[in-house]
DNA sequence: AACGAAGTCAACCGCTAATTT
DNA sequence: GAAATTAGCGGTTGACTTCGT
């Protein structure tokens, strides 16, 4: 589409959605490549796109054994349950659920789970403690992303140390299961912590 | 059938963190 | 150690679809 390429003036990118023949060339070339250097791959693959454009294309559609649509109630449960520990964090949810991707669950969230959520706290609730964590991860979820990372919640409490995301391949959810226990009684991230750990 | 409102979702943007030179 | 480059993240936008009137 747009394109400039008499070399003085500035490359216009393409912009918008993915051609059949873009995806291609771009799955091609990972295929015999790898998935790395984004603004390279872009270049030599003969995509007029941007590094950036690349990696979302590949790691949102084109990605091997990526799930698309019908979210289970058994997924859904887990995307509610994470996002009240984690807040908005949505690759780390989105690495607790293969062949999802942070961007289906954002778009989730946002689309589906948010207005179920604000309709259950509408209706009384037995559980105060359960919105009191729901409130804190939301509150969390507003701040810039990389600065919460840290602090989630307002209790001294480290989602990164507790969990250990560093250790893929860590879906064997015998965590999560301990998450889920643990959240049947909700009184605290510390209490969560000190009990587990 | 026509039209506007609301909902959905793919893609872009701006930023920070991590890595390389 | 500093600067430049690359990777990754969450927020936001806008095109498209569905629904209600």
């Given at each position: 589409?747009?394109?400039?390429?008499d070399g003085?003036?500035?490359?216009?990118?393409?912009?918008?959605?993915?051609?059949?023949?873009?995806?291609?060339?771009?799955?091609?070339?990972?295929?015999?490549?790898?998935?790395?250097?984004?603004k390279t791959i872009a270049s030599i693959a003969g995509?007029?796109?941007?590094?950036?454009?690349?990696?979302?294309?590949w790691l949102n559609y084109l990605r091997p054994n990526i799930k698309r649509g019908n979210i289970s109630d058994d997924e859904e449960d887990l995307i509610i349950r994470?996002?009240?520990?984690?807040?908005?964090?949505?690759?780390?949810i989105a690495g607790r659920l293969p062949g999802r991707t942070d961007n289906e669950i954002k778009n989730y969230w946002n689309s589906h789970l948010s207005k179920k959520m604000s309709q259950k706290e509408k209706k009384p609730q037995t559980s105060t403690a359960q919105d009191t964590t729901t409130k804190t991860a939301t509150a969390t979820a507003t701040k810039p992303s990389h600065k919460a990372s840290n602090d989630?919640?307002?209790?001294?409490?480290?989602?990164?140390?507790?969990?250990?995301?560093?250790?893929?391949?860590?879906?064997?959810?015998?965590?999560?299961?301990?998450?889920?226990e643990l959240d049947e009684n909700t009184t605290g991230y510390q209490e969560k912590v000190s009990s587990i750990v």
């Open positions: 589409m747009a394109r400039k390429n003085s003036a500035k490359r216009v990118m393409n912009k918008g959605a993915w051609t059949e023949e873009e995806d291609r060339k771009l799955a091609e070339y990972i295929e015999i490549h790898g998935a790395k250097r984004w995509l007029n796109r941007c590094g950036k454009s690349c990696r979302l294309r994470l996002h009240k520990l984690l807040g908005n964090r949505w690759s780390l989630c919640a307002d209790a001294n409490f480290d989602v990164n140390e507790f969990f250990d995301f560093s250790a893929e391949g860590s879906y064997g959810l015998e965590w999560v299961n301990k998450f889920l």
